[in-house]
């Protein structure tokens, strides 16, 4: 039992809730970039919220069910369609075994899941069935999904049609999008009148933007409080001695271009980080396209805390809206 | 060596032990996350050491940032107690220099260098004032590395020479950095090295090759099976240069999954070390015999 890739797609990975607790080899977390999506989805077809299922970029596949089953495309706005015909997002339907989903072009968003009941089979590896394609490692044979692709699917539950999640309950981005960040780490090697700036200016989603991390520019430049080098950290004033990236910080390579790492994480080096976007809004980053504006806006620790309730309470709804 | 702490965010606390590179800013990271591991906090989800700092995850649905920092915070005072002493291995890395793989690439890349008219080997060697290639060989591979991370990609060790301040080796990274490197390139970067566990980007010098594979995601090669990355932050590592025979023969032998990397058992005491740094590199090198 199982679906057969037909085309691609731009880049589509199996993704679940990630691999917690090999980021201290270089393994990162990886997983749905807007996990909120990811498990909708998986809610929508009576799988467990942390069931595989697809990661879809941009562009959809075209998909070939090889059983009867219940799906659900969330997230983006990526309008799917069987065998031709539009299906609504955030709501689940019935694929018969034959039928052929492909997609129409996107309207808004980034990243759309398609959940199928039963979930996607792939192996278990350290604990997940995330792909993470730097290191070769999970999903289908570690990498993201080709054409003749033949993925095994678990055994489904009850067939659950036409369930809805309601628009209130689904989250994506403003424009610009507003990103919470508490900045640190090495906040203190910008000036403070440069560290106004970077959160007064209205930066861009930059082409370089992928499950790594998003790059932005467009803002000004940022100044640094001089110093000498310490030993073993490089000359350009950046630098730092290698250290662990946290998921979120935000990292800005010779005091230009903001990069905020994602779920597939480099998990260190050696560049100064102005801080870290808060865990509520990590899900808003796997949303944007290139040349989106975006701005970082900076909160307090309780506001980062309670900006997590909020999330929490919304999947709480979210699970009730679908119980 | 003033310890600083940072939020990263509301799952993170980042660490820094010190601002320069030491192996007394190594060890108090080593140390500190150790003692981390061992307290079993409720709530932690990863802990990385890193060269002169480190970083915990937590949950703070499940403990509360500001207890995680006071946490951390006693842990460091009583682990400064502690004797730097370390359970740990020392494993042979055969190196290949001057291989003929990376020669093919940090040519390609040439335009990219510092130095586009002598090898990433000749140059490294004439800024740290050694004798060419030979004398460098013998300054790389003369004295252990401590790792002292693991990490920017899955398996990926940094590497920081057991010597004296004045003898570690030290090279700038690429002006812009490569598109592709070898995998299993010996590598070097400010005062670290490093191993490419995949074939990959990379901004490093480029001074050889090891046919020994440290990363198998498909856990296929002996000594990988139980856990596909090779290298814990601790393990103290030795090269030992081969020519291409040896080269090609251990690739073979891996292949045919004969295999079996040297490695002992060892443990290591920063204050033996710090007191007779020659004496005590000839000791822990001496294991492998």
């Not at chain 1, 993470?132 to 990498?143: D, H, I, K, P, V």
């Not at chain 1, 620790?301 to 699970?319: G, V």
């Not at chain 2, 601002?19 to 061992?38: C, G, P, R």
């Not at chain 2, 995850?57 to 005072?77: C, G, Q, S, Y």
Request: hydrophobic share 40%; charged share 25%; with cysteine.
């Amino acid at each position: 039992m199982s679906i057969r890739i037909i085309t691609p797609g731009l880049s589509t990975t199996v993704q679940d809730l990630g691999r917690p607790g090999y980021y201290h080899i270089g393994i990162p977390l990886s997983g749905a970039m807007d996990m909120l999506a990811a498990q909708s989805a998986n809610l929508l077809v009576g799988n467990p919220e942390g069931a595989a299922l697809l990661e879809v970029v941009f562009m959809g596949p075209e998909v070939e069910f090889q059983r009867d089953a219940t799906v659900a495309v969330t997230g983006a706005e990526l309008p799917p369609k069987i065998n031709g015909e539009e299906r609504p997002t955030w709501t689940s339907f019935a694929v018969k075994k034959g039928d052929v989903l492909s997609f129409a072009f996107l309207k808004k968003g980034a990243r759309a899941y398609v959940a199928i009941s039963g979930g996607i089979d792939v192996p278990v590896v350290l604990g997940s069935r995330s792909t993470y394609t730097l290191g070769a490692l999970g999903g289908f044979e570690g990498r993201k999904l080709a054409a003749g692709d033949v993925l095994p699917l678990g055994e489904a539950g009850n067939i659950r049609e036409g369930r809805t999640v309601p628009e209130a309950l689904r989250r994506s981005p403003g424009s610009p999008a507003e990103l919470r960040i508490l900045t640190g780490i090495y906040w203190h090697r910008i000036t403070e009148a440069s560290g106004r700036q970077f959160l007064a200016d209205t930066w861009k989603v930059a082409p370089e933007a992928d499950r790594i991390g998003y790059r932005f520019r467009g803002g000004k430049p940022l100044d640094f409080v001089t110093r000498e080098p310490p030993f073993g950290a490089g000359s350009d004033p950046s630098n730092i001695v290698d250290a662990c990236y946290p998921y979120g910080s935000i990292q800005v390579p010779s005091g230009t271009e903001p990069i905020v790492l994602h779920r597939d994480a480099v998990s260190g080096g050696g560049y100064f980080m102005v801080g870290a976007v808060i865990s509520a809004d990590m899900d808003l980053i796997g949303q944007l396209q290139p040349h989106m504006p975006a701005r970082f806006e900076a909160v307090t620790m309780e506001q980062a805390l309670l900006a997590r309730n909020d999330r929490s309470r919304l999947i709480d709804r979210i699970r009730q809206a679908l119980a | 060596m003033k310890t600083r702490y940072s939020f990263g965010g509301d799952e993170h606390i980042f660490v820094e032990c010190d601002e320069e590179m030491s192996l007394q800013a190594f060890f108090k990271s080593l140390s500190i996350t150790n003692a981390v591991k061992e307290a079993k906090i409720a709530g932690v989800t990863e802990i990385c050491p890193a060269n002169a700092s480190f970083q915990i995850k937590f949950n703070p649905d499940v403990i509360a940032p500001e207890d995680m920092l006071k946490e951390l915070k006693e842990i460091e005072t009583s682990a400064a107690k502690g004797k730097s002493v370390l359970k740990t291995r020392i494993i042979e890395i055969p190196v290949y220099y001057n291989d003929p793989w990376t020669h093919e690439t940090l040519m390609r890349f040439r335009e990219r260098h510092q130095d586009p008219t002598s090898t990433d080997i000749e140059y490294t060697a004439r800024i740290n004032n050694l004798d060419g290639v030979d004398g460098f060989i013998k300054a790389h591979s003369g004295a252990p590395w401590f790792v002292s991370m693991v990490g920017f990609v899955a398996g990926l060790p940094f590497l920081y020479q057991m010597v004296d301040r004045a003898r570690q080796i030290q090279s700038p990274k690429y002006l812009r950095p490569r598109t592709d490197t070898p995998r299993l390139t010996v590598g070097h970067g400010g005062c670290f090295g490093c191993i490419y566990s995949v074939r990959g980007a990379g901004g490093y010098q480029m001074f050889g090759i090891t046919p020994m594979p440290i990363y198998d995601p498909n856990q296929k090669i002996k000594y990988l099976q139980d856990f596909m990355c090779l290298f814990k932050p601790g393990d103290i590592v030795k090269w030992r240069p081969i020519g291409r025979d040896e080269y090609d023969a251990t690739v073979a032998d891996v292949d045919a999954g004969k295999f079996a990397p040297v490695m002992r058992d060892v443990t290591f005491s920063l204050d033996e070390f710090q007191a007779d740094m020659n004496g005590y590199n000839a000791k822990l090198m001496g294991a492998l015999k």
